[in-house]
Nanobody, 126 residues
Framework: QVQLVESGGGLVQPGGSLRLSCAASGRIFSMNAMGWYRQAPGKLRELVAT????????????VKGRFAVSRDNVSRDNAKNTVYLQMNSLKPEDTAVYYC???????????????WGQGTQVTVSS
């Protein structure tokens, strides 16, 4: 069983910072891209940032220059991989539930599957 567990959400004032973490655990042969998505009330889930296994990053235009995604890669076989999202200069429009996402192979030769975390609430308000 693979699990993605997010932490670090909360309430912050505009202009403040938060750091989200997402730890992947379980039987993982190969961890490919990891990333963050968010969903605000009444809106569709949207991409925030991704990072490949080689460290290449992509960002939504709305967060470029304010957010930074990074990851720790540990060894295969019962690996524990963690992805982070450093969020600075937060705005009220960043308020959403933030979800961690990972593309991975559980075993050698198995298909790449997408896993999601349970989500963590980020609220930016004065």
């Amino acid at each position: 069983q693979v699990q993605l567990v997010e932490s670090g959400g909360g309430l912050v004032q505009p202009g403040g910072s938060l750091r989200l973490s997402c730890a992947a655990s379980g039987r993982i042969f190969s961890m490919n891209a990891m990333g963050w998505y968010r969903q605000a009330p009444g809106k569709l889930r949207e991409l925030v940032a991704t990072i490949s296994s080689g460290g290449t990053t992509t960002y939504a235009d709305s967060v470029k220059g304010r957010f930074a995604v990074s990851r720790d890669n540990v060894s295969r076989d019962n690996a524990k991989n963690t992805v982070y999202l450093q969020m600075n200069s937060l705005k009220p429009e960043d308020t959403a539930v933030y979800y961690c996402n990972a593309d991975l192979q559980r075993y050698f030769g198995s298909p790449v599957s997408v896993y999601w975390g349970q989500g963590t609430q980020v609220t930016v308000s004065s």
